[in-house]
């Protein structure tokens, strides 16, 4: 298990720098300051470190987040069928026909500006994301 292997001197939690060493392990990228800072502020001030039940609950909202992002990024590929890597009023348009055909094509225009939040015509997965997080708390 992880936590057992970043808690090398069986202390029963993990320190910032263990907790830094497992988020590497298991999701492949080295957590910002800001993250760790978040996670570590967020941990029973009574204890020493991260002990494994937090780890563990710790873990798991970062991997329903990504689950989420997944298929976020499903969702984008299957509108982006010219794999352009954006979304033009035109995708949003066919995209919309296909789940919601009786929507007016005012309201999908609509839809389409909000989205795309930088007014440049096109909707990059990053206004995509956005949109679909819209009301969701941050993992």
Known sequence: MVFKACDEDHKGYLSREDFKVAVVMLFGYKPSKIEVDSVMSS?????SGILLEEFLNIVRKKKEAQRYRNEVRHIFTAFDTYYR???TLEDFKKAFRQVAPKLPERTVLEVF???DRDSDGHVSFRDFEYAMNYGQKEA
């Open 113 to 115: 500006r909000e989205v």
């Open 43 to 47: 941990i029973n001030p009574n204890t």
């Open 85 to 87: 890597g954006f979304l």
